[in-house]
């Protein structure tokens, strides 16, 4: 299935439910900004159309980003930084304590999300233009 029919899918399913929120899991590396030795980013490291994205998942209450890196906790302030001054809020930092686990599910070990942004899941930087339609559409 492709990235934009899961967030389709993702999106209808928190209609039919009732569900308040759509939580987007998206990792930094290669997908929101190239691998960099030293860990310092501005704002031109960004890909094109990941801050207009970002931003507007950011902007909507029915939405939550939650950042999915290895990156040191040292290493995040530059990222973080940008991510301020682009008024993109950023969530939480691999982990979701909004969704608990309960008898049907177990969250202790995998955090739970909708929506997958990774490079290593298929994604790819030219996507953020499209993804940003749909969520300006959505």
């Not at 039919?16 to 960099?36: A, E, F, M, R």
Request: glycine share 2%; aromatic share 14%; charged share 25%.
């Amino acid at each position: 299935m492709s990235l934009f029919n899961v967030i389709r899918k993702a999106t209808e399913r928190k209609i039919q439910k009732g569900w308040p929120k759509l939580y987007w899991c998206i990792d930094l590396h290669n997908t929101i900004v190239p691998s960099s030795k030293d860990g310092i980013y501005t704002v031109k490291d960004v890909y094109p159309f990941a801050i207009d994205a970002l931003r507007v998942l950011s902007d909507r209450d029915d939405m939550c980003i939650i950042l999915f890196t290895s990156t040191a906790d040292t290493n995040l302030s530059s990222i973080l930084n940008v991510f301020k001054a682009e008024r993109i809020k950023i969530d939480y930092i691999n982990e979701n304590p909004e969704c608990l686990s309960n008898g049907h599910s177990d969250f202790s070990s995998k955090f739970y999300y909708d929506i997958l942004i990774d490079d290593k899941a298929g994604f790819y930087v030219q996507d953020w233009l499209a993804i940003y339609r749909l969520v300006t559409q959505v």
